[in-house]
């Protein structure tokens, strides 16, 4: 299964992926900054690197996904919540 997860680089973020990963899902990280690619494609997980706070920059992976981990803390338009396809 394709899935996406923002907060990525977080501490519930990389335990998601960590647990993805070993079930042999193919996972996406939303990460704002450069130095946490290396630490998501250590994880296992496919780095994409924008900023959910803009609008209009979201990615076209999530064309391509199906599901959706909103893992970011704090005031968000979401709150921390899983959406399916």
Do not use: W
Request: with cysteine; net charge positive; charged share 25%.
């Amino acid at each position: 299964m394709e899935i996406f997860i923002t907060g990525a680089s977080g501490f519930v973020g990389l335990s998601l992926i960590e647990d993805l990963i070993k079930e042999r899902h193919e996972v996406y990280g939303l990460i704002r900054h450069k130095k946490a690619v290396e630490k998501l494609q250590m994880a296992g997980a496919t780095p994409v690197r924008e900023d959910l706070r803009k609008a209009g920059q979201f990615s076209q992976v999530l064309n391509e996904i199906e599901v959706l981990i909103h893992s970011i803390p704090g005031k968000s338009i979401l709150s921390s919540c899983v959406f399916f396809r």
